[in-house]
């Protein structure tokens, strides 16, 4: 079921009465997710050879972050710690990289890389300059080109 948070306008999946996974981020100190003693990196940090720069974007499954790297400046997606621990996500995590690495379309942002550091999945992809998908459709339906 689709579902939309009365207090911060997110729209999820889940059951009547599922938490709004956007605001229970906005729970947690800096909105960062957090397992037991293993944090998410902040702004101003490293992570797996990138300088994180802003955060992008925070959902249920985790953070997306700017950064900036060989590569230039980038998106990284770094998965809250208890997403990796679900033994079902990492199979599928794995095989939709495997699919992404083969998919190429001016539609889709390209994989550069994707893997993990200790508990952390991450994924390491195009950045586009722009405005959030979720500030588009605010404005109005998205024309089919």
Request: aromatic share 6%; with cysteine.
């Amino acid at each position: 079921m689709i579902l939309k948070c009365a207090e911060c306008g997110a729209v999820y999946a889940g059951n009547a009465g599922s938490p709004c996974p956007t605001c229970a981020l906005d729970d947690e100190p800096d909105g960062t997710p957090e397992s037991g003693d293993v944090r998410a990196p902040k702004v101003g940090q490293s992570f797996h050879g990138l300088e994180l720069l802003e955060i992008l974007g925070k959902g249920g499954t985790g953070i997306v972050f700017r950064a900036r790297g060989a590569r230039g400046i980038v998106a990284v997606k770094i998965f809250h710690p208890r997403v990796g621990e679900d033994p079902e996500f990492r199979p599928r995590f794995d095989r939709e990289v495997a699919a992404m690495m083969h998919l190429s379309h001016p539609g889709m942002v390209a994989l550069h890389e994707a893997g993990s550091e200790g508990p952390l999945l991450f994924l390491i992809l195009e950045f586009v300059d722009g405005i959030s998908l979720r500030s588009r459709i605010k404005r109005g339906p998205v024309p089919i080109p």
